[in-house]
């Protein structure tokens, strides 16, 4: 168990709507990071967060938002859902930047139908 | 960031040790090497990361080579809980703890 958790660990939807992912850090991790993994793609950064910040973004499209909250967990908000946004989601923490490793949870899968 | 090779699978028998290589020839002076690793149906788990120096922990040891443009990860014994996607990694992140991961190698362990 790597101490992050997210929620849901499932999700269906249509295209066009939107959804709400969301993360808890492990316990005194500041950094959350956001990654996208579908079968084409591998594993893609999205985004970080340091306390509260944003610290660092990758391909993330701009129909998707982020943000992480005074008690640190963060939520991924993706919107104007598309079919190719069908993937799993995963959320990261950890202690500080550069050079922590990184603790993954065990992601939320979303089917976009 | 920089770029890291490796090769697309390996296949190593169960209590065997293995050698999974990685060729990162651009990395900078001041860019760590990670591993991680991925089984089925779970997210990525840290395996181990270094410098310059060989390190070793718990689950596994890594070996740089001097000029640090390749490394090794090395499982002393291999076995079935071991499969899983290893992931090398050299994040010329500069500050944030950014990774960027390439395809990995697939190891399969058979019995």
């Known amino acids: 168990d790597s101490g992050v958790t997210q929620t849901p660990k499932h999700l269906i939807t249509a295209t066009g709507q939107r959804v709400t992912l969301r993360c808890s850090p492990r316990s005194g991790d500041l950094s959350v990071y956001w990654y996208q993994q579908s079968l084409d793609q591998g594993l893609q950064f999205l985004i970080q967060y340091y306390n509260g910040e944003e610290r660092a973004k990758g391909n993330i499209l701009e129909r998707f938002s982020a943000q992480q909250f005074p008690d640190l967990h963060s939520e991924l908000n993706l919107s104007s859902l598309e079919l190719g946004d069908s993937a799993l989601y995963f959320c990261a923490s950890s202690v500080a930047g550069m050079n922590s490793p990184l603790h993954f949870g065990n992601g939320t899968r979303l089917t976009v139908t | 960031d920089a770029k890291t090779t490796q090769p697309n699978s390996m296949e190593s028998n169960e209590e065997e040790p293995v050698h999974l290589p990685c060729n990162h020839s651009t990395i900078s002076g001041t860019d760590y090497i990670h591993w991680y690793r991925q089984l089925p149906s779970q997210g990525p788990e840290y395996v181990i990361h270094?410098?310059?120096s060989n390190v070793n922990n718990r689950m596994a040891s890594l070996a740089i080579a001097e000029d640090r443009k390749s490394s090794t990860l090395i499982l002393h014994r291999a076995t079935l809980r071991d499969a899983a996607v290893y992931y090398c990694i050299s994040d010329g992140s500069s500050n944030t703890g950014k990774l960027i991961f390439g395809q990995g190698t697939t190891l399969q362990v058979k019995p």
């Open positions: 270094g410098l310059t």
